[in-house]
């Protein structure tokens, strides 16, 4: 890739910021709008940005019930094709939001949403567990989001407390 350094930097900016026009990425980076453009036209074409989106804080949208659990699965790698051919089974899933190979006491890592604990509970023990090369599951859910993707999600409330001195 040409000038991977300005690459690096256009997609920076973007992941900060999805809305930066044509014109202002260029002024942001000093090329012109045709360089921006065939810049992130080379980016999505070779899988580099694979989409656009909000960042959203799911607890101000009042009409979800959305829960997200986070599964810990142990598992015995396949012959000949190690853990791949078991992270495509799984990422497969529509439930499945993020798969990870992890380094550690467990394998993958597991993202799910669902629409409640019993669709999330019922995924884990029909799909995942039953699968042949799963060893174990450990399925934790998500309380509260503080910071998702870099953002901080909670407002920290000012003290009214008026300070008192003797």
Sequence with gaps: MKN????NDIINSLHKNCKLSLEELAAMHGISVAAAAEIIDNLEKDGTILGYGAIINWDKVNSTNRVTAYIELKVTPQRNQGFDRIAERIYQYPEVTALNLMSGSYDFGVTVEGDNLKDISLFVSQHLATMDAVISTATHFVLKRYKNDGNILT???????EVMSL
């Design 155 to 161: 407002v920290q409330k000012e003290d009214d407390r």
């Design 4 to 7: 991977q350094k300005l690459y």
